[in-house]
């Protein structure tokens, strides 16, 4: 696979989100305002790219006995790097995403990706993938950000966008309405693919 | 063998370079984000005290009560907590000593759930309690929001807990300093 498609993987046919389901509880709780969204799928890039930079240099040293164990004391790291600097330099945006910086250290994306590509491909390839995944888990997210936030407060990146006229739905930014989201935009999305198919298939 | 030996090398060297590179990094930020924590007390204290002069900050049993001056009355601020229904509610409360009022209310911290619970960091709620005397009964003084009995109820008895901590506290500094005037 060239780098381009590696990149692109990411982006699309290994969707974190709405492919491959990875990652579910940032996606689910903090998707309430587009910002939080937007700033969680950065600080999962910044994570995803250091820590397979480290692991795919380190690859061929690590005993596979001790793999688990080495890759979370590296992505640990780089979760602590980013906790502490987005207290320093962001604080605000650090008290809304509180507890679920730290808590990135336990998204299965980020282990998932160091097990299954850093640890078997070069750096160049890894950094690729970590790229590709990252864009495409920030992008997912500040997507179902946005409709929560649009519906539930009627805003999205805190400008106005419905006015007074919308009966603004609470719920959306309340846990039920992640999950409500997340569905409908997953029906909608595996419903395209659907019609895409048989397009194809009626083509030929 | 030799791997059981490589195995422990491994990691224990990857895990001292991570302890090195994380010392740094919170030698570096841990100020910064004390600097913050600070501007916040500060900012919140000029909001429930309002102006102020000669502030001294107290340790009485662990807490830290701000005192001071506005317009040569005594002034105090603490901070107290009770919980709420996602967790702990932090609240400032700011109050003139000797007239044995509140000036101000001011919502530090919660985790209440939002568009229902965050009804108490709005003005229209934390204005109730200004100029409340201190032997006043804020649970029937001060109206809780309906749907959010729970959060608002926190923020009362975090209130009466401030109250009640300043008078054992500094009671007997305010009558000191009304004989002085005699």
Redesign the interface.
């Known amino acids: 696979m060239s780098l381009l498609n590696i990149f692109k993987n990411g982006l699309w046919n290994e969707h974190p989100i709405f492919r491959l389901l990875l990652g579910m509880c940032p996606v689910l709780a903090v998707t309430?305002t587009a910002e939080n969204g937007l700033a969680m799928g950065l600080a999962t890039t910044f994570v995803l790219v250091s820590s397979e930079i480290v692991i795919s240099l380190?690859r061929n040293?690590?005993?596979a006995?001790?793999r688990i164990?080495?890759f979370i004391?590296?992505i640990?790291?780089f979760v602590?790097?980013v906790d502490?600097?987005m207290?320093?330099?962001a604080?605000a945006i650090a008290e809304s995403l509180s507890i679920f910086i730290p808590l990135i250290v336990v998204n299965c994306l980020i282990l998932g990706r160091n097990e299954a590509f850093a640890s078997r491909n070069t750096t160049l390839r890894s950094i690729m993938d970590a790229l590709g995944m990252g864009v495409g888990f920030t992008w997912g997210l500040v997507i179902l950000a946005a409709v929560r936030e649009l519906l539930?407060?009627g805003e999205v990146f805190g400008f106005t966008i419905l006015g007074e006229w919308f009966p603004t739905w609470?719920v959306m930014?309340?846990p039920p309405g992640a999950f409500i989201s997340l569905g409908v935009i997953l029906a909608l999305l595996n419903q395209l693919i659907i019609w895409r198919e048989q397009r194809i298939q009626g083509v030929k | 063998m030799k791997d059981n030996i490589k195995m422990v090398l491994v990691l224990t060297s990857i895990a001292l370079m991570s302890a090195l590179v994380l010392t740094g990094v919170y030698e570096f930020t841990a100020p910064i984000i004390e600097g913050h924590a600070q501007e916040a007390i500060a900012r919140s204290i000029s909001e429930v005290l309002g102006q102020i002069e000669d502030m001294e900050v107290l340790e009485i049993e662990g807490k830290e009560v701000y005192k001071a001056y506005r317009n040569g009355e005594l002034v105090a601020a603490v901070i107290t907590e009770a919980s709420g229904y996602g967790g702990a509610i932090q609240v400032m409360v700011g109050m003139n000593l000797e007239e044995e009022k509140i000036l101000h209310v001011n919502v530090l911290e919660h985790r209440e759930t939002p568009g229902i619970g965050t009804v108490i960091e709005e003005e229209n709620f934390t204005k109730r309690f200004a100029g409340l005397a201190f032997k006043d009964s804020y649970r029937q003084d001060v109206d809780i929001i309906s749907g959010a009995t729970v959060s608002t109820r926190a923020v009362i008895t975090a209130v009466e807990r401030a109250v009640e901590f300043i008078q054992k506290h500094l009671g007997d500094e305010i009558q000191l300093e009304n004989r002085g005037d005699l």
Do not use: D, E, K, Q
């Open positions: 309430t380190l040293v690590i005993p006995r001790v164990p080495s004391v590296v640990a790291t602590t790097i502490y600097t207290m320093a330099f604080p539930g407060t609470n930014v309340l």
